[in-house]
């Protein structure tokens, strides 16, 4: 599995807080394997095995590149980019039993995208726990 933490501010939270992390055993899996972050302004990253990706194309040739899965964690804009390019094959939502006000919709900017559920579990919180594929792909 390669991680693709979104931008400079996920970056920079996940580089300080996982490599001096030894008492979470998440922290055993993120440090050793490689490690992709989609940024136009950063450069380099001091996190080992962390290679700055410029561009969607970059994205792309990666995933050609790329055997298994690439797992990705970071914001919203990154999840638009990535599924209005054709390039994300999963879209894993949970959805909290909560109404929060004046939150902007995270497919605003996205043209129809249709999606097919693969799977969807209740979890006991409540949170749904739901797996969609662009129509299509699989």
Not at 76 to 99: H, M, N, Q, Y
Not at 108 to 115: A, K, S, V, Y
């Amino acid at each position: 599995m390669r991680d693709l933490p979104d931008g400079p501010g996920a970056h920079d939270q996940w580089s300080q807080y996982w490599p001096g992390n030894d008492t979470d055993e998440f922290a055993g899996f993120i440090n050793p394997i490689p490690k992709y972050v989609l940024s136009s302004t950063l450069e380099s990253s001091d996190w080992s095995g962390t290679t700055v990706l410029r561009s969607l194309d970059d994205v792309r040739s990666l995933k050609e590149r790329t055997p298994g899965t690439i797992g990705m964690s970071g914001s919203l804009t990154t999840v638009r980019s990535l599924l209005g390019a054709g390039l994300l094959d999963e879209l894993v939502l949970l959805v909290d039993p909560i109404v929060v006000p004046g939150e902007r919709r995270w497919t605003d900017e996205l043209g129809r995208t249709p999606l097919e559920l693969v799977s969807s579990d209740a979890l006991p919180t409540g949170v749904l726990h739901l797996v969609y594929r662009p129509a299509g792909n699989g």
